[in-house]
Nanobody, 129 residues
Framework: QVQLMESGGGSVQAGGSLRLSCAAS????????WGWWRQAPEKEREGVAT????????YYADSVNGRFTISLNSVNNTLDLQMDSLKPEDTAMYYC??????????????????????WGQGTQVTVSS
């Protein structure tokens, strides 16, 4: 059973930075997608950044490309999301998720919330203007 736990959310002014971390337990190998999604009030959950653990290939939403960086810390088994140049529209609940069942995904599929079979509880990010 995989368990995911997010940390690092908070409030920041526009232009600032935050770093989120997702601690994981229960992964048995490197054949899974692991990433970050976010959901603002009354909006659908959208993909932010994901990676394939086996190769480290990364996928970013257009809205965050160049501002956010996803990275895997193999020593601590955490998935980090460095968020720079934050904007008010980045305000949302951020969720860590994993898909341990899909063998191969396109970029669009990798960023979709569908298919994830594990989720964390979420951490709030608020960016003020």
């Amino acid at each position: 059973q995989v368990q995911l736990m997010e940390s690092g959310g908070g409030s920041v002014q526009a232009g600032g930075s935050l770093r989120l971390s997702c601690a994981a337990s229960g992964f048995t190998d490197r054949t899974y997608y692991w990433g970050w999604w976010r959901q603002a009030p009354e909006k659908e959950r959208e993909g932010v950044a994901t990676l394939w653990a086996g190769t480290g290939n990364t996928y970013y939403a257009d809205s965050v490309n160049g501002r956010f960086t996803i990275s895997l810390n193999s020593v601590n088994n955490t998935l980090d999301l460095q968020m720079d140049s934050l904007k008010p529209e980045d305000t949302a609940m951020y969720y860590c998720g994993a898909d341990t069942l899909s063998p191969v995904k396109t970029r669009i599929q990798a960023l979709s919330a569908r298919g994830n079979n594990y989720w964390g509880q979420g951490t709030q990010v608020t960016v003020s203007s």
